[in-house]
């Protein structure tokens, strides 16, 4: 019996993760802006939810400010969002099961699920 909904099959969490991924870059964005008018141009394209226009841009530009960690971040953020849309989304690169809902509300961009990250930390 499969006991588990792959994120793939089912719209609403695909939505909602492709929803917590793009909190996510927008949180790094905010990270980068500095003057007010980066903080306006994020507050118009948060306030509007399906801007496909120029405002995209900026925050790109916002995000390619960042460095170190933060840059690292961004990255895995872009990747699991490739993922989700690929339909390749929650399944854990150790172990090719199934990563918990609860540890992808967490860090949306997790790529493995907390039994190899515990596994991982152990072998540092
Ligand atoms: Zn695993």
């Given at each position: 019996?499969?006991?588990?909904?792959?994120?793939?099959?089912?719209?609403?969490?695909?939505?909602?993760?492709?929803?917590?991924?793009?909190?996510?870059?927008?949180?790094?964005?905010?990270?980068?802006?500095?003057?007010?008018?980066?903080?306006?141009?994020?507050?118009?394209?948060?306030?509007?939810?399906?801007?496909?226009?120029?405002?995209?841009?900026?925050?790109?530009?916002?995000?390619?400010?960042?460095q170190g960690q933060e840059r690292l971040e961004l990255e895995e953020i872009e990747a699991?969002?490739?993922?989700?849309?690929?339909?390749?989304?929650?399944?854990?690169?150790?172990?090719?099961?199934?990563?918990?809902?609860?540890?992808?509300?967490?860090?949306?961009?997790?790529?493995?699920?907390?039994?190899?990250?515990?596994?991982?930390?152990?072998?540092?």
């Amino acid at each position: 019996m499969k006991s588990w909904t792959s994120i793939a099959d089912n719209r609403l969490l695909v939505d909602e993760f492709r929803q917590r991924l793009a909190a996510a870059r927008l949180r790094l964005a905010r990270l980068a802006a500095i003057t007010d008018a980066d903080l306006e141009t994020l507050a118009v394209r948060e306030s509007r939810e399906a801007a496909e226009d120029a405002a995209v841009g900026t925050v790109g530009d916002l995000l390619a400010r960042l460095q170190g960690q933060e840059r690292l971040e961004l990255e895995e953020i872009e990747a699991a969002q490739e993922r989700l849309e690929a339909g390749e989304y929650g399944v854990c690169e150790g172990c090719q099961k199934p990563i918990s809902l609860g540890r992808l509300r967490t860090a949306p961009a997790a790529r493995i699920c907390t039994l190899c990250h515990v596994k991982a930390e152990a072998l540092e």
